[in-house]
């Protein structure tokens, strides 16, 4: 049959969800769409993306011809942000109390169930001791949970002790139960738990996520694979990553990354990726996307999971404007609702902020409103206090004044909590408004952006504003964004942080000079500005960075366009110790073994990583990967040969296009 070459990449944002519909043989994006985020059930975005986007399909081209769905998801890096996921049960084996303390399991979740099992293997992969099954059941059986996390020691030089205790686990529960060494080859103990426990958290509402949208494509008569975007870019398929949540995270920002490459072409660059909740920076160099190798950091978390250096800042074009007790305005770093899309799905918020400019008392409160999320279920979690679910029963899908619902400070304690756990949402002045008052953006209707900002010049100069102050305020508003955003860049291309800096700043607010002297500083790359918001900001941050600034075709869309142009990868790493008196050891995905042979130590090591990395490829959705090998060797001062080797580590890397449908 012949090969289907159009794909679909979905990207889930905080504001919106883009869908892209690419022709990857003619390296084009053929359709795009966008849809409203809806946190309380990511699906129905999910799902009103893809469908925006089949509706828009060029004459002849139907939903059975798309070839490849691949979606890139916040969903991970929120839970694990927000504290969110199932109850877990861990199993540490051939752990002492202090290993187990340095995992922060028991710090991090309170009362989570951990149990230390006899067994585990020392760094040569030889057993210690034997896996205690008897205490591994008892352990099991005493564990109400809905998943299991399992790290046994030096695991990575053999794994059969957690392989075993899975299938125990398997058995007797029928339950998910996560391998630490499944996600990392790396030796610490204690973070390979820590890992594995946030992904063993997850793995429900993964599974949620990705049966919704296989709904959604069978309604729209699309029969293809369904592939999710990892951390580091890659893809794999959504079956695989169900049992492997924790691989998602910073998917957006990778897949942002992606999208960008393929769009402008260049090879080095710094991506700015600008939407509704965030900006996320990252870096490409000489075509490949800059790792952080010490694992990805999310919610204060140093996971050991492979994702792209992205720097994520709380600035986008829903960040709330407040106003500080000097009348200086801050952007950020919390999103909400801009006022002029609550206005466009709720007309009634025109009378409400009209009737906020009547009243004279109410100050700060005036203009916000709170609502549950979009697509919101009517449960509520037991997590929450009688004060919150007292203040929740007076919040409805539909908008209303913040000052009505929190009457008291306890009150919008409450709000701000229920926020935090993503029950409610809260809408404000934006960026956004601020933009569409200018002229400069028009995705919604634009009164209810000029109402909030006359609330919002009434606030800070105890006055009425009349339309001279009030579009002086929202192009200072405009500025500040446009300051926080070059600050971020250079930051970016410096690879450290400013905090506040003279200098910097000169640059950044656009003035170019102190005192007498001028001040320039631009980034030696171009910048390649993705997100919706950019063209309203970045021609601006162009001007001041004095930088090259490239807007790609479909910049709007790069995140959906990366989730559908990525490639598949995978890395075995295989690694060969030699004792200096003519053993050597091999320990990889086979266990481990032992050599008299120094050359064929590599051979075997070699053989194990190819065969390794090309079927964990294929595993994963790729057609006809590539293999590549690196070995590094270190070796005797006097070795003449591989029989002085002392250590090397062996690496290799297949990719290849992911698996369509034919």
């Known amino acids: 049959m012949t090969e289907r070459t159009h794909l679909i990449g979905v990207d ?6 883009d869908a892209a519909v690419i022709e990857a043989r003619g390296h084009r994006v053929v359709a795009s769409a966008k849809s409203i985020t809806t946190k309380g059930d990511l699906a129905i975005g999910v799902t009103g993306a893809i469908r925006a986007a089949v509706a828009k399909l060029p004459e002849g081209l139907e939903p059975g011809h798309i070839g490849l769905v691949s979606v890139s998801t916040t969903l991970a890096t929120n839970a694990v942000v927000e504290g969110h996921g199932s109850a877990v049960g861990v199993i540490l084996i051939g752990f002492d109390q202090a290993m ?54 030096f695991a990575v030089r053999n794994p059969a002790h957690e392989r075993r205790a899975r299938d125990m686990i398997a058995s007797a529960t029928g339950k998910p139960a996560t391998l630490s060494t499944e996600l990392t080859s790396a030796l610490d103990a204690p973070r390979r738990a820590l890992t ?22 069978a309604e729209l ?11 580091d870019g890659t893809l794999a398929l959504a079956d695989q990553v169900a049992l492997r949540p924790i691989e998602t995270v910073l998917s957006g920002p990778a897949a942002s990354l992606v999208g960008a490459s393929w769009l402008c072409g260049l090879k080095d660059f710094i991506m700015s990726d600008m939407g509704g909740t965030t900006t996320d920076l990252g870096v490409l160099a000489a075509g490949r996307p800059r790792v952080a190798e010490q694992g990805a950091e999310v919610g204060g978390w140093r996971t050991m999971v492979k994702a792209i250096d992205v720097r994520t800042v709380g600035l986008g074009g829903d960040s709330e404007i407040a106003i500080g007790l000097n009348g200086a305005i801050s952007v950020g770093p919390q999103r909400v609702a801009p006022v002029s899309l609550l206005a466009s799905r709720y007309p009634e918020i025109i009378a409400m902020l009209e009737a906020d400019l009547a009243d004279n008392e109410g100050g700060s409160l005036h203009g916000r409103f709170v609502l549950k999320p ?6 509520v979690p037991a997590e929450i206090t009688p004060r919150e679910a007292e203040v929740l029963a007076l919040v409805d899908e539909r908008p209303k004044p913040v000052r009505k619902v929190a009457v008291s400070a306890a009150a919008q304690r409450a709000i701000a909590s229920l926020k935090r756990k993503g029950l409610v949402q809260t809408g404000g002045f934006t960026p956004s408004d601020a933009a569409h008052v200018l002229g400069l953006q028009d995705n919604w209707p634009g009164p209810a952006a000029e109402l909030a900002a006359r609330l919002m010049v009434r606030f800070r100069d105890m006055k009425a504003g009349d339309a001279a102050r009030v579009e002086a305020f929202c192009r200072e508003v405009w500025s500040e964004t446009v300051r926080l955003t070059a600050q971020v860049i250079l930051e970016t291309a410096f690879g450290r942080s400013f905090g506040a800096h003279e200098l910097v700043d000169a640059v950044c607010a656009g003035r170019g000079a102190v005192g007498l002297a001028r001040v320039a500083l631009s980034p030696a790359v171009p910048v390649v500005a993705v997100g919706g918001p950019v063209r309203v900001y970045y021609g601006e941050v162009a001007r001041r960075l004095a930088c090259e600034m490239v807007f790609p075709p479909f910049f709007d869309v790069a995140n959906a366009v990366g989730a559908a142009t990525g490639v598949v990868a995978k890395v075995v790493t295989v690694m060969v110790e030699g004792d200096g008196s003519g053993l050597f050891r091999v320990m990889g995905p086979a266990g481990s073994s032992v050599f008299t042979s120094g050359k064929a130590a590599l051979a075997d090591a070699e053989a194990q990583a190819r065969a390794a990395a090309l079927a964990a490829a ?8 590539q293999i590549d090998v690196s070995i590094a060797q270190s070796r005797l001062p006097d070795a003449v040969d591989e029989n002085g080797l002392l250590e090397a580590t062996v690496r290799a890397e297949a990719i290849g296009r992911p698996e369509t449908g034919r």
Do not use: Q, W
Not at 221 to 231: A, N
């Open 12 to 17: 889930t944002g905080g504001t919106y969800t």
């Open 100 to 153: 187990a303390e340095r995992t922060g399991i028991a710090r991090a979740f309170p009362g989570m169930p951990i149990a230390m099992i006899g067994g585990g293997h020392d760094h040569n992969g030889d057993e210690v001791r034997p896996l205690d099954t008897e205490a591994l059941g008892a352990a099991v059986a005493a564990m109400p949970v809905d998943a299991f996390a399992i790290a046994s020691a």
């Open 196 to 217: 594995a426990v946030l992904n063993a958290r997850l793995i429900s509402r993964i599974s949620t996520l990705i049966a919704a949208v296989r709904r959604s494509m």
């Open 221 to 231: 008569g699309i029969d293809c694979p369904l592939m999710i975007v990892k951390g």
């Open 374 to 379: 979009f697509g919101a279920s009517g449960s």
């Open 618 to 625: 294929r595993d994963a959705g790729a057609h006809e990967p």
